[in-house]
């Protein structure tokens, strides 16, 4: 068994959720090699989330932006707000949707069902770029 780690860096996007797949596997070219195997990604922000979910109809995503937004409001009893008023709200989708995922690899290319991707959730208004701790396990 063989374990490969890398660091994964995403370009600095605007509040939502946003479809990651390709911008994340150009970047693990060495996933072409792997026969059968386990990607796991970790994202290391506590104000963003990374998931799988629809890819096709971007619609899914600006109605996922909706709901956790409804959802996640700026609360008045937030008292963590020193990064500003979305920095409590951004931690608690955060929270929700989870910082990692992990990929089974086949034949050099992930084993998603029909229709999905992976999805970077954005929580913050301002945000900078993101890092992914990607970690693939294999024979």
């Not at 994964?8 to 509040?15: F, G, M, P, T, V």
């Not at 911008?23 to 070219?29: D, T, Y």
Request: one cysteine or more; aromatic letters at 10%; a negative charge.
């Amino acid at each position: 068994m063989e374990i490969k780690q890398f660091e994964i860096k995403l370009k600095a996007k605007e509040r939502g959720f946003h479809l990651v797949t390709d911008e994340v596997f150009k970047q693990i070219p060495e996933l072409a090699r792997v026969s059968v195997g386990l990607l796991h990604l970790f994202i290391q922000h506590s104000s963003a989330s990374l998931f799988i979910n629809e890819y096709a109809d971007p619609s899914v995503r600006s109605d996922l932006e909706e709901f956790y937004s409804e959802l996640c409001n700026n609360k008045v009893y937030y008292t963590h707000t020193s990064e500003g008023s979305d920095d409590m709200p951004s931690h608690v989708k955060a929270s929700i949707l989870g910082s990692d995922i992990s990929i089974p690899i086949a034949s050099g290319r992930p084993s998603f069902g029909t229709w999905q991707g992976i999805i970077m959730g954005e929580h913050r208004i301002h945000a900078g770029s993101r890092k992914i701790v990607a970690t693939i396990i294999y024979d």
